[in-house]
């Protein structure tokens, strides 16, 4: 089910604390590893795969079958993606949850260890509301 604490995964992330030092800094790092990891992705998908039983039967389950190969869709410069991430956070599309407190400034002194846990909240809109 839809936010259950069971369904939010957890991962480490590579950077370091020292040099993040405000939450716009952060929002660069996060960027900076999600478009390594978007790179990474689209490298892998350009790849032609054979379609193996596992596969027929995930296929089976939701509806699609990876069937080859497909064109790369060049990332947004570093600068771009940091920008829509700044802009969707004044937008309060997302909170930023560090150490269970919630960061609402985007240059505010911040502090992280290697111990520190990170939260991104994405707010979704209700019709009607």
Not at 32 to 48: F, I, K, T, V, W
Not at 105 to 125: G, I, Q
């Amino acid at each position: 089910m839809v936010g259950e604490p069971s369904a939010i995964g957890g991962r480490e992330l590579a950077w370091d604390p020292e040099r993040v030092t405000t939450l716009r800094a952060l929002i660069s790092a996060l960027v900076a590893e999600e478009l390594a990891g978007y790179a990474e992705r689209q490298q892998q998908r350009s790849l032609l795969r054979v379609i193996t039983p596992d596969d027929l039967a995930k296929g089976a389950e939701t509806g699609r079958y990876a069937t080859g190969p497909r064109t790369p869709q060049p990332a947004p410069a570093h600068e771009v993606a940091v920008a829509r991430a700044v802009e969707a956070f004044d937008d309060g599309l997302y909170y930023v949850v560090v150490d269970g407190a919630v960061v609402a400034e985007l240059d505010a002194p911040l502090t992280l260890t290697a111990d520190s846990r990170l939260r991104l909240v994405r707010l979704v809109a209700l019709a009607g509301g």
